[in-house]
């Protein structure tokens, strides 16, 4: 809008030099000019990465990033319980933005592990009553912007999110039966919740750009306010704490966050004896998972196999879903439950995810995948838990949608989905289980977004 409006003053100014030409001649077109030309910088003082219309277009080359193991003190109402859990920030700035105070950050998450849910909500029928609180930045905002004080040196924001766990997961609302699998992304509600956060460093940042990676000491203060929920009921609650704290610094071009997902494949057996336990889809399904993720600086930790004895659940249908879900639930890593089949064996197209880009995230396969095509699969579903939506949702503040023409189209039972990640994917993705580090930077994903991956699904 701004730029139309913007052409459309620069015509008329370019409509009144030549005017001014046929009635005054070429001094008054040189007057002009210099008018113009002053009065455009006249306030603006463009400056580095400066664009004509003042915005700044900022080369990011300095990277912060953090993936530190934290407490917190739980608070509902007159109850506390002590936890512990991780607190992940992948910020970036430049010696321009930090002359003028400003940090952006690209993925701020927390994951609290063993709170006491009862605490919040009435017991579960189902599942554990102690579980993983995770919260994540909405993604709509665009990118999430800190403040350096000049005087002290903190580092703070205000993060507008939402948050996660097991007692909301349990309230999924199933789709209908689509054969073609574009009902394989099951929603979950989610607290609405605002973090409060300041990082005091030992030593002001130099507004430099750092040669090579080091790490910087101080301490943080998070405050997680969480609002109240309907349905299900869950009471308003607060997880707040200090305590020292480790940055990376490093430089922005060279190096890169790389990012781990520990996931916990859970095997059926139809008795303890069971010589067949599921979950021969793990090892394509995981191939094609790192193929697709790896192009996107993400790898997984697969944990060995848990195993649950139940015959009924080896052929699984719609409705006990929610009980296989409820029978494994790890607070640090996401489950993903193999069945041997579903009935129908093309149920949400072979298989399906609850929840998006959230720490209470879970995945129900089946070894019916493991049939020569659906070999990516898994990794669509696992780009659900990463917290991207099918390319033609809308999406939501907590989970944006992906890339036409990339592996998060829909391509239901015995079709496999595109081999293709973008970057537009890597730059939305995000899970508070997620554990950052430091790598060389490596371009290797397909394309950028929509535009040239493909217009369509
Ligand atoms: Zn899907």
Same mark, same amino acid.
């Given at each position: ?19 001014? @030409?046929?009635?005054?001649?070429? !001094? ?15 306030? *603006? ?18 990277? #912060?990033? !953090? ?12 109850? *506390? ?27 701020v998450t927390l994951a609290l592990f063993g709170v006491d849910y ?11 009553? /102690? ?19 000049? /005087? ?5 924001? /205000?993060?507008?999110? /939402?948050?996660?766990?097991? @007692?909301? !997961? ?37 507004? *430099? ?22 349905q299900p009921q869950i009471s308003g609650y607060t997880i707040a ?85 409820? !029978? @494994? ?56 838990? #990463? ?57 290797? @994903? ?12």
């Amino acid at each position: 809008m701004l730029s139309t409006k913007f052409f459309y003053i620069k015509l008329i100014a370019v409509l009144l030099m030549c005017f001014s @030409v046929v009635v005054f001649g070429q !001094s008054a077109i040189e007057k002009k000019r210099a008018l113009m030309s002053k009065q455009e910088t006249k306030g *603006k003082r463009p400056g580095k990465n400066q664009d004509e219309q003042g915005i700044i277009h900022p080369d990011f080359t300095i990277g #912060l990033m !953090s993936s530190s193991d934290i407490q917190g003190t739980f608070k509902a109402g007159q109850n *506390k319980q002590e936890v512990k859990g991780r607190l992940n920030l992948d910020l970036m700035t430049s010696p321009e933005l930090l002359e003028r105070g400003v940090i952006e950050g690209r993925d701020v998450t927390l994951a609290l592990f063993g709170v006491d849910y009862t605490k919040i909500a009435a017991k579960r029928a189902n599942g554990k009553n /102690t579980g993983a609180i995770g919260f994540s930045a909405a993604k709509s905002d665009g990118p999430i912007s800190f403040k350096v004080d000049r /005087t002290s040196g903190i580092i703070s924001a /205000t993060i507008a999110g /939402t948050v996660d766990n097991a @007692v909301l !997961s349990d309230y999924a609302r199933e789709g209908a039966k689509d054969p073609r699998g574009f009902n394989d992304f099951i929603p979950v509600p989610f607290q609405r919740a605002t973090l409060d956060l300041q990082i005091m460093l030992d030593e002001p940042l130099s507004a *430099k750009a750092p040669r090579r990676a080091a790490k910087k000491k101080g301490f943080v203060s998070y405050k997680l306010n969480v609002r109240s929920s309907k349905q299900p009921q869950i009471s308003g609650y607060t997880i707040a704490a200090k305590f020292p704290f480790i940055f990376d610094l490093y430089p922005y071009l060279l190096v890169e966050v790389g990012r781990n997902l520990c996931v916990q494949p859970v095997q059926i057996l139809e008795k303890v004896t069971d010589p067949d336990p599921t979950g021969d889809y793990l090892a394509v399904g995981m191939t094609g998972a790192d193929t697709e993720w790896n192009k996107a600086d993400v790898t997984f930790t697969v944990r060995p196999f848990k195993q649950v004895v139940n015959p009924a659940w080896k052929v699984a249908s719609s409705s006990e879903r929610a009980a296989i879900r409820a !029978s @494994v639930e790890d607070d640090d890593c996401i489950e993903m439950f193999f069945v041997e089949n579903h009935d129908p064996v093309d149920l949400s197209g072979g298989g399906a995810a609850w929840g998006g880009g959230t720490a209470t995230s879970q995945i129900v396969t089946s070894d019916g995948n493991n049939n020569g095509i659906d070999n990516t699969h898994l990794a669509h579903e696992l780009g659900h838990v #990463l917290g991207l939506h099918h390319p033609w949702e809308t999406g939501s503040a907590s989970m944006p949608p992906a890339s036409y023409g990339t592996l998060l189209c829909g391509s239901g039972w015995m079709n496999d989905n595109p081999q293709v990640n973008s970057q537009e994917n890597k730059d939305l993705l995000s899970n508070p289980l997620l554990q950052f580090t430091l790598k060389k930077v490596s371009a290797t @994903v397909d394309c950028n977004d929509s535009t040239d991956c493909g217009p369509t699904c």
